[in-house]
């Protein structure tokens, strides 16, 4: 076996082994992890104001899950695939001077460069980078707003009621961000078009063929 078919072996190894923590993100679901203290526990509200917080943050626990779920998936895939699109921006042109003869050498730059190519235009028409961020502020602003509601209930108005009828509407108002976030994110056909194009555009070309016909 050849050097050339030896790298292909290697290359085609490390990237299916690297792709493990992706394939497990996309199939488990996580869980969300107990966070302290809750409403119920808290000395700055009546038992009526601790219960409507309570079921407020019960009925959340799905779409949290949901979030931290999906944050995790494209979070994954997207180092995956800035880990080896960088090393293919670098390692294609240096394979294109490197080809010689042997048939493995080609196959092996058609594999890194196809590589390469499929995982930006996933990222690309899929919007990962976009998604992930989406997903994983919407987390974060609900846990900051969730933590501020325990500390500090008096920044959000000056009665109980008022207090718990904001913070229903600020955690309305950041579930609204996110499902905007999502949709809008959403791939169209021209989308997948598009990074498709642009994947095929963005892989390093051969080495340059050169002409048998001469000028007279």
């Not at 294609?92 to 048939?103: F, G, K, R, T, Y």
């Amino acid at each position: 076996m050849s050097g050339w078919a030896i790298a292909l072996v290697v290359y085609s190894l490390l990237a299916l082994i690297s792709f493990f923590p992706v394939l497990r993100a996309l199939i488990k679901w996580l869980d969300l992890k107990p966070g302290g203290p809750s409403f119920a526990d808290s000395p700055h509200f009546s038992e009526e104001g601790k219960s409507l917080l309570s079921q407020n943050f019960e009925r959340m626990q799905g779409t949290l899950k949901f979030w931290k779920t999906y944050a995790e998936r494209y979070r994954t895939f997207h180092i995956y695939s800035l880990t080896w699109i960088s090393l293919s921006t670098v390692g294609v042109p240096l394979l294109a001077q490197a080809i010689d003869s042997d048939p493995w050498s080609k196959w092996l730059l058609t594999v890194v460069a196809a590589h390469s190519a499929i995982l930006l235009a996933v990222s690309r028409a899929f919007r990962v980078e976009a998604h992930y961020k989406a997903f994983r502020n919407g987390e974060s602003e609900f846990y900051d707003l969730y933590r501020r509601m325990l500390d500090r209930p008096g920044i959000f108005g000056n009665s109980e009621t008022e207090r718990i009828d904001k913070y229903f509407e600020q955690v309305e108002t950041v579930r609204k961000i996110v499902r905007a976030a999502e949709t809008d994110n959403f791939p169209s056909m021209d989308d997948v078009a598009q990074g498709s194009r642009a994947g095929h555009l963005d892989v390093a070309p051969g080495p340059p063929v050169r002409s048998s016909r001469t000028d007279d």
